[in-house]
């Protein structure tokens, strides 16, 4: 079954701490992409990678696909921050949709 | 501005009631989709459009109907035949099939 899982759920962190997302998935993919939902519904594409690591801004996204295993790191975190971060994939095979994780509810203290 | 815009932001569907979702992107992008999420699950793909005149189902069809006859224009019809229509409604679009989505503000469809 395919499937994608994160971790953690939720989070909360003070400002300034560095943040860890996670995101496994069941079988190969040839992609994979990090999103992120604000409050009031929004979803803004953060990165789509399928090796190695991408950065922007304060943000890091890695990939091991040997582990099939992502993280999405947020450096010197910031209230604005909050938000859900969602992992999704695009398994291989005949395959034409992503497949989304239920997202991690990240929560940063001033 | 070029964007994708979905209405209403807000809509209430009676018991037997057909109501549509529209979504609209000046981005020029081939490929759109609709998604619906629910609390607590990931997003689910309802229906996608390669491409003008040409839809696939996704994974949860039943109960919703699409058309694409303009290339900028992707309506979501939420029939009388989705029993569990409660949810957040996104559409999205891509330049083509398999590249990054840009998402449009969603629509929240709530049931009298």
């Known amino acids: 079954k395919n499937e994608v899982e994160q971790s953690p759920q939720n989070l909360t962190a003070q400002e300034g701490e560095f943040i860890t997302i996670n995101c496994s998935y069941s079988v190969g993919i040839s992609a994979l992409h990090w999103l992120q939902q604000h409050p009031g519904g929004g979803i803004v594409s953060l990165f789509m990678?399928?090796?190695g690591k991408k950065k922007h801004g304060r943000l890091i996204a890695t990939i091991n696909i040997q582990e099939k295993h992502s993280s999405l790191h947020i450096t010197a975190s910031h209230p604005r921050d909050s938000a859900v971060y969602i992992c999704a994939v695009r398994f291989n095979f005949g395959n034409e949709k992503l497949t989304f994780g239920t997202g991690t509810r990240l929560t940063i203290i001033p | 501005d070029g964007g994708i815009t979905q209405s209403p932001k807000y809509l209430f569907r009676k018991e037997g009631q057909n109501v549509t979702l529209s979504c609209e992107q000046n981005l020029n992008h081939d490929a759109m989709y609709w998604y619906r999420q629910d609390p607590g699950q990931g997003l689910r793909l309802i229906y996608y459009s390669q491409i003008v005149n040409d839809f696939q189902k996704g994974d949860i069809a039943e109960g919703y109907s699409v058309s694409r006859e303009k290339k900028e224009s992707f309506p979501l019809t939420v029939t009388s035949a989705q029993k569990n229509p409660t949810a957040f409604y996104l559409c999205?679009?891509?330049?083509?099939?398999?590249?990054?989505?840009?998402f449009g503000p969603g629509t929240r469809l709530l049931v009298l």
């Open positions: 999205a679009s891509s330049i083509q099939l398999l590249e990054t989505q840009y």
């Open positions: 990678l399928s090796s």
